[in-house]
């Protein structure tokens, strides 16, 4: 319970302001984890398993060791055990392709890697499944979900269905998708013995260093106490650097065999596809019941994922439909297909990106049915609370985001004819979609606050930056928690000695960070006032939402596209995107929408490229590199327009505000999956959407 | 097996000895820990480890070091001697074309090689009359940066700042 007594006045808030970091960031003098200086630094590169299941019989080391330059060559049969956990190098079976079986440490990166390929390892394959059936006998219905339950139904929808005046069913599909920060997952390990027991101290690629310091406190029988974790700057992460994965192990066990050196391990960009996680495919059945009027009666949305037999994450897609809107029936399920394939993970927007796709190109695909404008659709079924858990919106502005958009982006031109628009070669179209996105709370961030000099402040919290903007928006918070300019802030964050914080994941680091940084303000100023001497120092966790049970909670968007399909070629392209939000307050004009631009961007490219195709035979990702898995480039992008609308939230946080982060890809790739039949008359239901579909 | 080469970085002279399979981009982060230019992909496919070789955007990581005895290399640390910002750094800057800044390092090198490709006429696909000079206009720097991958999807916000500097050159 918040114990804020001061409202919240923004000031450096609202007001766009520059990173801190950019200087440092256009010139790259800014230090990515792998760039960190080490003690002595060996250099580590893996050998990894080319089956999906099997065991090894024997790894011969005895060429990789005689190397110049080789220090240790650790396999599981040498390598320190491991107190719990994922089990790294600890034993002779193989889960999935990619596997580390090996890892070579030296002191130049080209003798670990051609000592790496020295080593010869003899396996047994072992019979594996890899790619999706969704009629697998292995089909499972998981426990739960992140959030919510594995199964939702609220009425009877199949008698709703079989009422209903008009009846739409469909089934769509999303791929494999893989994160690719460009700076890929790096960490640098040294264990230390000064005395007073064991200490490893690692800089860590991580979305949460806390959560990096409690996987690896459990993995190898420490206190977190005895763990640092560092991240200061973090290149990119979108999900696949909120969990810890294998490298971050292998790099601490191996610094574990030589203590009181460091020990660099960052990924090639292929070893990106095996080990740190993606989003896992999905086949999701949709029907929808309505009205001639347009009045949904019935909504069932039942989703088959990709799953691991190492690591079970959901993609909860179905989820999406259980908020967007009313119908007086609806069913929602999840079942999950497990592989013998690495573990997936959250993805930007998990749930919401594929969900989206399924049931907003549902909703555009009756609206053809009944000759109901796409957006009047989505308008006649907004509901009046939230239809998952009946509680009142603290807000939601999703007609003002349609409304708004299609009066910038001149929808009430727009003929609804499909494939009647041939301009020198390419059929023109245009398409909408919807967007939500939760607001999150990660419990248990500690902020800091310490007056210095004449008039300064220390701000700490272990945030991460992962390039949304942290130590920008943290730095204005502070300022106006504590009613100072932000000149006056010195934040830092990114280091476990900062005491523990949630992740820069769920869009959730603004308000599970700031919401601290209120608190701690809040008690600082009530202890010392405004005028505080030197040292006087107060802090404060991240505190409970006492609205959390009263109000359903969720930013929106709308996504209005143009979309361009040449006529002989089937080439696509997007030369006209507008995204309109309701997210709240914001608290950075100037990063935020780079955070939206940058969500619009990944659903252009996931409608349009991603896919990460598995072959079956060996259970690896074939196209494992920037050539073979395509993301958008800068020639992809045409005109990207952003707007917000003013919301003010009393009930979210201190602040005002919303995650941003995510709500910007959610929706994308329907709206232009809507857009490319209204030019073609085609409707693609399967992403990515390539020419093949047009021809 | 080893070889000696020196390299002129950023102004500074540097002789070493690099293992014969060592990149341009390797010999500058690992040798000389220059981090300036970063390693994406190892394999030209990102553009994050562009700096300018002699004078034009060359992908580091797929330089060999041996091969570039003597070179005069610029990183974009290079482009801001004694901290004094670039114009397109500074652009960057207020444009906030960038989120994460990992590969940014890479598309600034890679924008003034471009600029200055374009000042000396050289055409692209996109460059409908091959007669006259470049207009760079959006669709020229999209299609002129297109070997610089930025995951965060900050690409309208490198346009415009590139598109700035551009107008700023034109006056």
Redesign the interface.
Known sequence: MTTASRPFVPRAVGTAM??P????????????TV?T?GTDALYLFPVQAGVARGHVTAIDTTAAEALDGVVAVLTHENAPRLAQGDGVLQSATIHQHGQYLAAVLAT????AREAASLVSVSVVEEPHAAVLDEDSPDLYAPDALVVGATDDTRGDPEAALAAADVVLRQTYRTPMEHH?????HATVALWMDEGEGERLVVHDATQAVSWTRQALAGVFGLEESAVDVVAQ????G?GSKGGTHPNTTLTALAAKAVPGRSVRY?L??QQMFDLVGYRPATVQHVALGADRDGRLTAITHDVVDQGSRIGEFVEPAAAFSRGMYAAETRRTTHRVVPLDIGAPTFMRAPGEAPGSFAGECAMDELATELGIDPVELRVRNEPDVDPETGLPYSSRNLVACLRRGAERFGWAERDPAPRARLVDGWWHGTGVAAASFPVVRFPGSLATIRAVGSGGYVVEIAASD????ARAALTAIAADALDVPVERIDLRIGDTALGPAGPAGGSAGTTSWGAAVVEAAERFRDKYGDDPDDGDEADASTPDNPWASDYAMHAYGAHFVEVAVHADTGEIRVPRMLGVFAAGRIVNP??A???F??????GL?AALHEESVLDDRFGHVVNR???GYH?????D?GT?DVEWLDEDDPYVNPMGTKGIGEVGIVGVAAAIANAAHHATGVRVRSLPITLDAFL | MHAELSLTVDGHHHDLTV?T??TVL?AL??HL?I?????????G??G?CTVLLDGRRTLSCLSLAVAHDGAEIT???G??PD?E?HPL?EA???H?A????????GQ?CSAVGMLDEAAHGAPSIVTEDLTGGVRLDRAE???R??G????????????DAVSQVTEEVAR
């Open positions: 520059p990173r970091d950019g200087p440092q960031k256009v010139r790259g003098t800014a230090r990515y760039e200086p130049s990166s080209e003798t690719q920060p460009l700076e890929p700057h973090v290149g990119g979108f960052a090639t960009r992962i390039g949304q903007g100037l990063t929408r780079s955070q631009l940058g969500g619009m961007v990944w490219s590199d920037f050539a993301v958008a480039t800068h020639a992008v990207v | 293992d399979r060592t390797d982060r690992e820990d981090t300036s230019p970063k390693k994406g992909c190892d394999h496919q990102c994050a990183t974009a640390d482009l801001a901290g910002l750094q960057f800057v207020q906030d960038y989120q994460c800044g990992y590969c940014t390092p600034i720097i999209a299609e940066l297109s610089n991958l930025c995951r965060c999807g900050a690409y309208a916000h490198i346009v």
